[in-house]
């Protein structure tokens, strides 16, 4: 096809004139569907111009197996190479982009259908070690039908030698990303396109382990409409993000440079100063409020979610989805991001400022999805080196039969382990309400701060006087006796400081809240950001080590000879 001629579209079969598509990227100005593009053209739109590097790849011929179909393999590879001036169905490259350097190895359908054979895995696994050996971040671009078939079980070992190569990425701390063409199936599906720190997808991408056809044939089952494309994964939590090929260089320029934490120029005027300390850490400061009124106060619906944070305090965010398992929760949200130029995860449970909006995210309630989600954000922050902030506003883990299913408490404690151990430093904010182990799950930190409004809790205030007062209207009673306000909570060092609210509450001026907030993680972080992490995680293992430390003796009967028994004091 020239430029010059008129084409049908895929997607929607309107016509579209050649020339005006080209310029679009290859995409129909109608409905949107992403035409192919071939290894040599995804380069060129992704790379900045000039950087593109291309790696010769030399196939060896020698030991073809002699397969034949209706045609002997032989000749299909001699053809294949014919039509598209390739190898093989992969190039690979060095480049950059926006200035950030990568490794790309880009797959070309066009060739034998993408398929996964021996010179494509040795290719791909080159590439990963070049990556390794510079310490250079890995853009691997899928379009596949599946496992070369002509290759025999040759073709089979190499989704193990690609994935034992991204695991050696995983290993040293390199960045690895996946960017799904459509369409992307079998054995590539299975092994290099989803084992990637990132998984990105080009609108209506499909990508899966059986086609279509396959399943439908084989479980005699009807499929729902949209099954395996890109926006179907988002929604069950199998991809990060879906980006329109307009969108693709943007985002991962901006993933390349927080990974590999360059400094960005920031030519803004500096913030706001907050009038006040940034964190109130004395607790006699804070003056004596009724805990029923913080708790009111910490659930009104104007606060600032953590969102509306983000957008606040946080460059160039770009959310990552999904537990890669089964679901994307809602009421959760995850990201990479540079605050105040420092490249950093956020992780934050997400409520709303109207019905609709707690309704969509769950209340702010995580599932055990959730909690999963901020768990493999928070390794990829631990592989990269980047400090965590997590933002806490829920009322608690999600309940219900669904939750228990999927293991709403093992999620929880997974988390706990997991922070317990991160090599970085981490920073927990309560911004409304923190409820029960559900918060808990995002609050295990080096340093944990409160908004001054803010209430955290082992459980609900109507909760505890349905429990124990068998009457959910003694409610304020439980609020006092729980000790769930900031002031009480500093007292105790379950805090470690208080940050200012304006006004009457954060939701009376949320940019002044913003800023308040954002002074008390610069603080917070310039405190914590020369630390080792030896240091670190030894500190917050020590942190929590020590409550209730002074309430109980165990005595060991073998060392003492003596039968077992605590002591209290």
Sequence with gaps: MTTTEWLVCDGCAAMIYGRRFARAGRICPECGWHAPLTAPQRLASLLDPGSVRTLELVVADADLPEFTDLRPYSDRLRDARARTGLAEAVVCARGRIDDNPVVVAAMDFRFLGGSLGTAVGEAV??????????????LIVTASGGARMQEGIL????????SQALGQLDEAGVLTVSLITDPTYGGVAASFATSTDVIIAEPRARLGFAGRRVIEQTIRETLPAGFQTAEFLLEHGV?????????????????LSVASRRPVSDDRAPAPQPAGPALITDADRLPERDPWLC????????????????????DGFDEL???????????LVAGLGRFEGVPVVVIGTQKGHDGAELAARNYGMPSPAGYRKAARVMRLAAKLGL?????????????????ERHGQAVAIAQNLVLMAGLPVPVVAVVTGEGGSGGALALTVAD???????????????????????????????AATALRVDARSLLRLGIVDGVVPEPGEGAETDPVAASEALRAALAQTLGELLPLDQMTLVTA???RFRRFGSDTAVLVDPAAAGRPDRVVSR
Excluded: F
Excluded at 155 to 162: E, G, P
Excluded at 295 to 314: I, W
Excluded at 388 to 403: E, R, S
């Design 540 to 542: 917050r293992r020590a």
């Design 387 to 403: 400090p965590v902030i997590t933002l806490i506003d829920t009322a608690g883990a999600h309940p219900g039969v669904d939750a």
């Design 155 to 162: 073709s089979l070992m190499q989704m193990a030698k690609t």
């Design 321 to 331: 989805h999904g537990d890669r398992s089964s679901a994307d929760c809602p009421a």
């Design 447 to 477: 340093r944990i701060l409160m908004c001054e409004n803010a209430v955290y809790s082992v459980i609900s205030a109507e909760g505890c006087a349905a429990i124990l007062w068998k009457d959910p209207a003694a409610a304020p009673l």
């Design 239 to 255: 991809i990060d993000m879906i980006r329109s090929r307009a969108e693709l260089r943007a985002t991962l320029a901006r993933l």
């Design 125 to 138: 696994t080159r590439a990963a070690e070049i990556a390794l050996r510079e310490r250079t971040p890995l």
């Design 295 to 314: 708790v009111r106060a910490a659930r009104r619906l104007g606060r600032p979610t953590t969102l509306d944070h983000v957008a606040m305090l946080v």
